[in-house]
């Protein structure tokens, strides 16, 4: 018998504990239905702070690094954004990113039946819409040096962020991205702005390279990031796996979201490289934040955090079935016409996220019943 796949939660901040929540009790289901995995809790965020003064202990990062699967909610708000720099950079996402080295963000953006009527675009256009944006997330003007704010001799102040990367870091997240499209359609749209940026010529000239080097059956289109947001909205069913820098990707990712209807219903990932044995560190989180205004109310959208545990279920846990079946049991549920307030219309009624919660669970029992195999 393999090991136990070990699966940590961090509720984090907002609605991060109550998303989570529910995305343990799928998880519990599966462990019920035969997944050999063990699920464990740490704290994060405000509430680890309010401990010790910081926002990740000693022992939860060591969970981190030894977990196959970390399912992250949330973090942010305004008492995050009033602690002392020290405290984010020691603790912060960002921090964590880092630390763990989740170079390679994916981010499917893929129309869901059921929620046409909740996108902002018509349904001619996000019809067929299914691709990955696979972003790059530990280097670029996130991280770049020099950076900060000085006071001038003239008495201005000035802002300095430097967008910044190497072959190496463009290389090793473009394998991801080209190593993606040959397992869907085989085709790459690469971002950039070359036309405009020292680091945009690099990452046009690298991608193209490896393309030919290694990678002649991908079909590699180049687009400029601006042109890009554009496409997204007049054409998306084009893209099949969309690279990306941090910041392109970052901004890009948040456009696309409107063709699902909702932000509450992304998942992500963010993976490591690989070692030996094929373990990577792993990070899964829905992509919508921790949204202060609801938080605590019941309120919030579960199944993005729901679909991350999908997306843990296929790539840290080797259970590809069983994240089909549960992508299958989120689509059922919303067939039959679960809710939440972020996506219900106005004569619909609205499950809180508990709720939701209940109607995933339902749907997979029914999926799951021997007669509906
Ligand atoms: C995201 C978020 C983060 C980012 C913030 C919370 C730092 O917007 O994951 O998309 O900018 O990367
Ligand atoms: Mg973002």
């Not at 991060?16 to 063990?38: C, D, K, M, Q, S």
């Not at 405290?87 to 960002?94: A, K, N, P, W």
């Not at 702005?193 to 002649?216: D, H, I, P």
Request: with cysteine; net charge negative.
């Amino acid at each position: 018998m393999t090991d136990k796949k070990k699966v940590l939660f961090l509720g984090g901040d907002g609605i991060g504990p109550e998303v989570v929540a529910e995305a343990r009790r799928i998880a519990a289901w599966f462990l019920e239905h035969g997944l050999n995995a063990t699920l464990s809790d740490g704290l994060y965020g405000m509430s680890q702070y309010r401990i010790d003064g910081r926002l990740i202990s000693v022992d939860v990062l060591m969970q981190c690094k030894q977990a196959d699967a970390i399912i992250f909610g949330a973090t942010g708000g305004a008492e995050i954004e009033a602690l002392p720099a020290d405290v984010i950079e020691s603790g912060g996402l960002l921090f964590l990113r880092k630390e763990l080295d989740l170079f390679a963000n994916l981010r499917p953006i893929k129309a869901i039946d059921a929620l046409r009527d909740a996108s902002t675009l018509k349904p001619n256009v996000i019809k067929d819409v299914d691709f990955v944006f696979v972003r790059e997330l530990c280097g670029g003007i996130y991280f770049g040096t020099p950076r900060g704010i000085e006071t001038l001799p003239n008495g201005q102040r000035r802002g300095v962020d430097t967008q910044v990367y190497t072959s190496g870091e463009i290389r090793r997240v473009a394998r991801v991205a080209f190593e993606l499209a040959r397992s869907r359609n085989k085709h790459l749209c690469s971002v950039e702005k070359s036309n405009v940026m020292e680091s945009g010529k690099l990452w046009r000239e690298e991608v193209q390279r490896m393309q030919a080097e290694e990678f002649a059956d991908v079909e590699l289109t180049h687009m400029y990031a601006d042109n890009c947001a554009m496409q997204l909205v007049r054409r998306p069913s084009q893209f099949d796996v969309i690279l990306a820098d941090n910041l392109f990707g970052d901004i890009l990712s948040d456009c696309a979201a409107m063709i699902c209807g909702s932000l509450g219903m992304l998942p992500s990932a963010s993976l490591s490289a690989p070692d030996e044995r094929g373990r990577h560190n792993a990070l899964y989180e829905p992509i919508h934040g921790s949204a202060p205004d609801i938080a605590g109310k019941s309120l919030a959208n579960p199944l993005a955090t729901i679909l991350s545990f999908a997306m843990a279920l296929r790539h840290s846990l080797g259970a590809a079935g069983d994240a089909d079946l549960l992508e299958q049991a989120v689509r059922k549920a919303l067939d039959d016409g679960a809710r939440t307030a972020d996506m219900a219309g106005p004569d619909e009624r609205k499950l809180s996220t508990v709720g939701m919660g209940d109607a995933v669970i339902r749907a997979l029992e029914e999926l799951s019943a021997p007669s509906a195999q």
